[in-house]
């Protein structure tokens, strides 16, 4: 459904075909996980509470093989160690499994993301949703989809009707006092606030209306390249926690329907709420 759309809404030349196999490998690296969720998966540790499956380097494995058969001059950064970029102008940026530790626990929220980038810039990102069969789908000036049809950020302009999204990142401690002041503060604010684990699907949920708004620190670019650009697509804003330049190699992440944007980055502005960051940058073009 979704390659129709693209379709009738005439693509760009030069995103028709990435576009049309970004979203096949997220269907097939999908449906593996589809497979292999509670059969038993095997965990390994990359650092603390850090971890990896299995099914994470199967998934990759999957990914890549279709990319590198389809563009094998385009480079490819993913989560699972593998950096392939020099002198390419298109760069896929991958995570086969985002929301791992879910996975591994048997929780149903986990998704596959892929992103690409063309002369640095992000240009389509696709994120789908195996267990729920929902494929958010994003090129940059054509819109935003799920399933084919076309999504928008909710209407919500008030704070204290905001539903809001975050996360916990991996190294947790450099950050847990700032992380719980400012938890502290938008759950004082706001609706309520969650945390799922996946937060490339946290970002499409803002994108289609179901969250508001959503933040989070020490990302990596293919946690947020693709659903980022979903939310720019479906009107949304994104941005750094001081309301700048939103950028995927930065590891500060403030997504929201645009209507609440400004009262989100003024409580990350609070005393204590933003943490002194001194993350090793992930290489970039």
Not at 27 to 42: D, K, N, P, Q
Not at 84 to 105: C, H, Q, S, Y
Request: net charge positive.
């Amino acid at each position: 459904m979704s390659q129709s759309v693209f379709r009738i809404h005439r693509l760009p030349r030069h995103v028709q075909a990435p576009v049309t196999e970004a979203v096949t490998a997220a269907r097939e690296a999908g449906h593996l996980l589809r497979r292999r969720f509670r059969t038993g998966v095997s965990v390994k540790m990359k650092g603390r509470a850090d971890i990896v499956t299995a099914t994470d380097v199967e998934a990759q494995r999957l990914v890549e093989r279709r990319l590198r058969r389809s563009f094998p001059g385009h480079g490819i950064l993913a989560e699972e160690g593998l950096d392939t970029t020099a002198g390419a102008e298109w760069r896929w940026i991958v995570d086969p499994l985002d929301g791992t530790k879910n996975f591994a626990r048997g929780i149903p929220t986990f998704c596959v993301s892929i992103a690409a980038e063309y002369r640095g810039q992000v240009e389509l990102g696709v994120v789908y949703d195996p267990l729920h069969e929902e494929m958010f789908t994003a090129v940059r000036g054509q819109g935003a989809w799920l399933n084919g049809q076309p999504v928008r950020v909710s209407r919500v302009a008030d704070l204290g009707l905001a539903f809001v999204a975050t996360g916990c990142p991996h190294r947790v401690g450099r950050y847990v006092r700032s992380i719980a002041l400012t938890f502290g503060r938008f759950a004082a604010r706001s609706l309520g606030v969650r945390d799922r684990g996946a937060g490339a699907l946290d970002l499409c949920y803002v994108a289609c209306g179901r969250y508001d708004a959503y933040w989070e620190i020490d990302q990596s670019p293919w946690d947020i390249a693709a659903g980022g650009l979903i939310v720019e697509e479906a009107g949304g804003r994104m941005s750094d926690f001081r309301g700048g330049r939103f950028d995927i190699y930065a590891g500060e992440t403030v997504a929201s329907n645009g209507r609440v944007h400004d009262r989100i980055v003024a409580v990350l502005k609070m005393p204590g709420g933003t943490p002194s960051r001194h993350r090793p940058p992930v290489r970039r073009r």
